[in-house]
């Protein structure tokens, strides 16, 4: 199956064709102001905090603290592929869904809110889990809403920023979101050694809340 899918990708990508378009004339000035002028954009920096925090969310439960509990649990390692297919399933349904049905982006921001939100309430239940059923229905909401979450981000980088700028403040988006990808799980692990694993979640959707009602701050301005 790998193998097939490995050529079928041959295929597209020896078919695809290159579009080119008219360079934009760009003003000649150096990296700092260059710099300067991506940090001044509109919610950029917001934005990217979203992010990191989305991404921390993701690496601290799927891809790390979330086959702990399940381990806690009694639940066998040969079971935890339900756990996340119960994760990823709806995650990718989420945004193959914005491919066919495109959200106004008027409306973006109160669905990245309600998102976070209803992650938040997710997370901070997880402890309370009792069986593999119930953890992996908490994590196909999660998986659900940061479903949505990313690609309603990535739409948002793309809107505040002008042509000349969308590539640097791409780039500046893509660069510290990592931040949450190191910095999640580092002090989720810290937590976890110091007070318990269940505070980890806890933590992790106090993350959450506190996105949350950043985005609807930022709404009411």
């Not at 050529?7 to 008219?22: D, P, S, T």
């Not at 086959?67 to 193959?96: D, M, Q, R």
């Not at 580092?186 to 106090?206: K, Q, Y």
């Amino acid at each position: 199956v790998g193998a097939v899918a490995s050529v079928l990708g041959i295929y597209f990508i020896w078919n695809i064709k290159e579009v080119h378009q008219k360079r934009v004339e760009k003003e000649k000035s150096g990296i700092g102001l260059h710099t300067k002028k991506t940090m001044r954009l509109p919610h950029l920096k917001m934005l990217t905090f979203l992010s990191l925090i989305a991404h921390a969310i993701l690496f601290i439960t799927i891809f790390g603290f979330s086959l702990i509990v399940a381990s806690s649990l009694g639940v066998p390692e040969k079971s935890f592929i339900w756990l996340t297919c119960a994760f990823f399933i709806p995650h990718a349904l989420a945004s193959l869904g914005l491919v066919f049905y495109e959200i106004e982006s008027r409306f973006n921001k109160r669905v990245l809110s309600i998102c976070f939100g209803l992650t938040a309430l997710l997370l901070v239940l997880i402890p309370f889990s009792e069986s593999l059923f119930s953890l992996s229905v908490l994590h196909a909401g999660i998986g659900l809403t940061l479903g949505f979450i990313f690609p309603l981000l990535l739409s948002e980088v793309v809107r505040v920023s002008p042509a000349d700028l969308k590539m640097s403040a791409m780039g500046f988006f893509q660069s510290f979101y990592a931040l949450g990808i190191f910095l999640g799980p580092l002090l989720a692990g810290m937590i976890a050694d110091s007070i318990g694993l269940n505070e980890v979640f806890i933590f992790t959707g106090v993350l959450s809340l506190v996105a949350s009602l950043l985005v609807i701050w930022v709404v009411r301005r």
